[in-house]
């Protein structure tokens, strides 16, 4: 049974950076799509980045585009999201999800998601 726990979430000024980090445990993460999401009070998840299981190919939301950038390393089961030009409306909780082999950007496609951590962007 694979276990994700996100990392990295902190309180940043606008224009800083910030770099969250997905440690997984349990399965074969190689085999795994992972994907980064997003959620505001009041909103819906909303996708930010995917990877392919061997890293391979990636998606970003087009609101991400140019200033966040996703990664994995398989030798240590790690998934990372390096966020920079941060904007306040880049606060949210942000989740790492997994889905065998699958990487996109539909929410319910996967079964495997982190406790989430939190990104405060100030003004």
């Known amino acids: 049974q694979v276990q994700l726990f996100e990392s990295g979430g902190g309180l940043v000024q606008a224009g800083g950076s910030l770099r969250l980090s997905c440690t997984a445990s349990?399965?074969?993460?190689?085999?795994?799509?992972m994907g980064w999401f997003r959620q505001a009070p009041g909103e819906e998840r909303q996708f930010v980045a995917a990877?392919?299981?061997?890293?391979?190919?990636?998606y970003y939301a087009d609101s991400v585009k140019g200033r966040f950038t996703i990664s994995r390393d398989n030798a240590k089961n790690r998934l990372f999201l390096q966020m920079d030009s941060l904007k306040p409306e880049d606060t949210a909780v942000y989740y790492c999800?997994?889905?065998?082999?699958?990487?996109?950007?539909?929410?319910?496609?996967?079964?495997?998601w982190g406790q989430g951590t939190q990104v405060t962007v100030s003004s």
């Open positions: 990877i392919t299981w061997i890293g391979g190919v990636i």
């Open positions: 349990g399965g074969t993460f190689s085999e795994l799509g």
């Open positions: 999800a997994a889905k065998t082999y699958y990487a996109g950007d539909d929410v319910r496609q996967y079964d495997i």
